[in-house]
């Protein structure tokens, strides 16, 4: 996991609540990402970020939202608009110029 | 469509016992593939990497294959240790791009 923090680990939700999940990394990498895993699937890439104040749609962008007005900070909204969000939520983090993406620890979402 | 296939979905060993996950994938144009290994509740962590012209790559007791011709990866795990007990990912990166295909991963389990 390294210099990668997210929080909490565990987090849970009330139907029709937004709620932020955090992610710190203080290995001044350029690049963020994040990723929600679900039971039998490949993790799939929700938004990313290569520098900061600009970031792009991944693959499953809708019911979400991120912000990076920090180098260090990349947390992820999950809105009321996301209809399944439980899941496990991973954000990563990589150098420019690099391939490899270095993942945090997680944060498991469930929804009451 | 890219997709990245493992097998088998699980996996139960004996220590000390030896054993080969596959991967499949049907991602063009390829880049490199990269084994992970994911404890429970944890961020993956990468194992190996290999690009188009690589064929063996070892990290320990880790040894990865590729056959770019069949587009198949093997990850062989020699020795096993009940530490080795984790689900292993295969990613596929395509080229000149920074999206990943992530396969559902294989889960061992080794018992002592």
């Known amino acids: 996991d390294g210099g990668i923090t997210q929080s909490p680990k565990y987090l849970f939700r009330k139907e029709g609540q937004n709620v932020t999940l955090s992610c710190e990394q203080n290995l001044n990498h350029d690049a963020m990402y994040w990723y929600r895993q679900d039971p039998g699937q490949g993790l799939r890439l929700i938004y990313y970020?290569?520098?900061?104040?600009?970031?792009q749609k991944g693959d499953i962008a809708e019911g979400y939202s991120v912000s990076r007005e920090k180098k260090e900070s990349f947390p992820l909204t999950v809105t009321s608009a996301q209809k399944n969000p439980t899941a496990f939520y991973l954000c990563?983090?990589?150098?420019?110029?690099?391939?490899?993406?270095?993942f945090g620890p997680g944060t498991r979402l469930l929804v009451l | 469509k890219n997709q990245v296939e493992q097998s088998p979905q699980s996996l139960i060993i004996l220590e000390g016992k030896n054993c080969t996950l596959q991967c499949n994938y049907t991602v063009s144009p390829f880049s490199n593939l990269r084994w992970y290994k994911q404890d429970t509740g944890r961020g993956p962590v990468s194992l190996t990497i290999m690009t188009f012209s690589e064929n063996t790559k070892s990290n320990g007791r880790y040894t990865a294959t590729l056959d770019a011709d069949t587009k198949q990866s093997s990850l062989h795990i020699t020795a096993s240790q009940l530490s080795d007990s984790a689900s292993y990912i295969c990613v596929v990166r395509t080229y000149n791009t920074d999206k990943l295909i992530f396969g559902t991963g294989t889960r061992l389990q080794v018992f002592p």
């Open positions: 990563a983090t990589r150098v420019g110029g690099q391939e490899t993406q270095y």
């Open positions: 970020s290569q520098i900061v104040n600009d970031f």
